[in-house]
């Protein structure tokens, strides 16, 4: 009984391996690998660019905020604890 079990479980491990088909590991393995890789790269490095100037810019709009300076303290009619 045991070995019954053992070569039941045995089949349907290794069934599902037998009925599927290889596939390619990386779209660059393709024939034209070599283009597609080169346009993937150039897309990463147009991309990083962009993001560098976002950074860049949100630096410079937080470098603005740090040295704005309050006009003469808080306004009493908004930060009164009597209102």
């Known amino acids: ?3 019954l079990r053992f070569w039941v479980c045995l089949i349907l491990v290794v069934l599902p391996f037998v ?4 596939q390619p590991l990386s779209p660059f ?10 346009a ?4 990463a490095k147009e991309e990083f660019k962009e993001r560098l100037i976002r950074e860049e810019d949100a630096h410079k709009n937080m ?6 300076q309050s006009p003469g ?3 009493p009619k908004h930060h009164s604890k009597n209102a």
């Open 40 to 43: 993937f790269i150039e897309k």
């Open 63 to 68: 470098l603005y905020k740090l040295m704005r």
């Open 1 to 3: 009984m045991a070995r």
């Open 19 to 22: 009925r599927t088909e290889p």
């Open 29 to 38: 393995s393709e024939g034209n690998g070599k283009k597609a890789l080169g």
């Open 73 to 75: 303290g808080p306004d």
